[in-house]
């Protein structure tokens, strides 16, 4: 399985940018995925998830209400949507596959991508 996050770019705060994660998978189902970032000197924290199925999905506070994520099973990709951008956005955005699914929220990720970078300038 190999998964590919593409759509990063520089944009100014207020602005938007959708990243999209494409899942190469030669068998098996959709898994729940989830959306990382690492900013400048920062650690990697996740940002939010959704479940294989796309009806249930959850973020981290600082980007409730400002960022959406969906899927598209029948083209195999996930989308993150992100409005209302901050300079505190910028990063590395990495997405990734439930590492044991059957449970929600996923308990753990495996199959990381390339990572896509967004910057924010303010």
């Known amino acids: 399985v190999q998964l590919q996050a593409s759509g990063g770019g520089l944009v100014q705060a207020g602005g938007s940018l959708r990243l999209s994660c494409e899942v190469f998978?030669?068998?098996?189902?959709?898994?729940?995925v989830g959306w990382f970032r690492q900013g400048p000197g920062k650690d990697r924290e996740f940002v939010t998830a959704?479940?294989?199925?796309?009806?249930?999905?959850y973020y981290i506070d600082s980007v409730k209400g400002r960022f959406t994520i969906s899927r598209d099973n029948r083209k195999n990709t996930v989308y993150l949507q992100m409005d209302n951008l901050q300079p505190e956005d910028t990063g590395i955005y990495y997405c990734t596959e439930d590492a044991k699914p059957g449970g929600w929220p996923p308990r753990g990720f495996s199959n990381w991508g390339q990572g896509t970078l967004v910057t924010v300038s303010s």
């Open positions: 959704i479940n294989w199925k796309g009806d249930r999905s």
């Open positions: 998978r030669d068998v098996g189902s959709p898994k729940a």
